[in-house]
């Protein structure tokens, strides 16, 4: 069965540090996709990255970088020098290759930048 | 080009009423998924059309339906309306099923 467990419900930094969001999968497939977004107050979910199991390179996108590690199934994701404007809900999400169409999300990281 | 569009963006119903969503994809997406998200049970997936076609649908009862016209624009309809069917409903759009998702700004509704 497909699951997604993000472990940390809600974390708070001060603007600059570093945070890693956590997320672990569950799944049967051999070929499945990752995903993350971000919810702002707004609510619009926003992508943010899409990664294949057959790709565990670590990506880095500016100050966002994601570390796919199949031996563990986790897909962490670090924003570096964290600004206020970071503040947001993360989540983690799944789709397999072979199973229905639906996009399997975790509970969501509620993360909190302080100025 | 234009993002996902739901109107309306804020719904207050009574219990008992049905209520219809609506949402425009992006232009050339042929696959629109709609997504039920509250505090507790976080996002849970309703369905997904595709070329006005249901591919499949998640674990919610019949009164929760839902369609896809020629020109990929969607509805979902909620008919009997609980107190429970208050949430944020949103609705995502993709070329295909596993490519990237693009979501609207949604529709809160809430029901008194």
């Known amino acids: 069965a497909q699951k997604v467990t993000q472990a940390q419900t809600e974390i708070s930094v001060v603007e600059k540090e570093d945070v890693t969001l956590d997320c672990v999968y569950e799944?049967?497939?051999?070929?499945?996709?990752l995903f993350w977004y971000k919810q702002p107050p707004s609510g619009e979910l926003v992508f943010l990255i899409r990664r294949n199991s057959f790709d565990e390179q670590n990506e880095i996108s500016g100050r966002y970088s994601w570390n796919f590690q199949k031996s563990t199934s986790s897909f962490n994701f670090t924003i570096t020098a964290s600004q206020v404007v970071d503040s947001a809900v993360y989540f983690c999400?799944?789709?397999?290759?072979?199973?229905?169409?639906?996009?399997?999300f975790g509970k969501g990281t509620r993360l909190h930048i302080l100025p | 080009k234009a993002g996902v569009t739901q109107t309306p963006r804020y719904l207050i119903k009574t219990r008992g009423q049905q209520v219809t969503l609506s949402c425009s994809p992006i232009?050339?997406?042929?696959?629109v998924s709609w997504y039920q998200q509250t505090p507790g049970q976080g996002l849970q997936f309703l369905f997904e059309y595709f070329s006005e076609t249901q591919r499949n649908k998640g674990n919610f009862p019949g009164r929760f339906s839902g369609r896809q016209f020629s020109n990929s624009r969607s509805e979902m309809n909620v008919s009997t309306l609980e107190l429970g069917d208050s949430a944020l409903y949103l609705c995502?759009?993709?070329?295909?099923?596993?490519?990237?998702?693009?979501f609207g700004q949604g529709t809160r509704l809430t029901v008194v």
């Open positions: 999400a799944l789709s397999e290759r072979w199973g229905d169409d639906k996009i399997i």
């Open positions: 799944t049967r497939d051999t070929t499945y996709y």
């Open positions: 995502a759009s993709s070329l295909d099923k596993n490519t990237e998702a693009f």
């Open positions: 232009s050339g997406h042929r696959s």
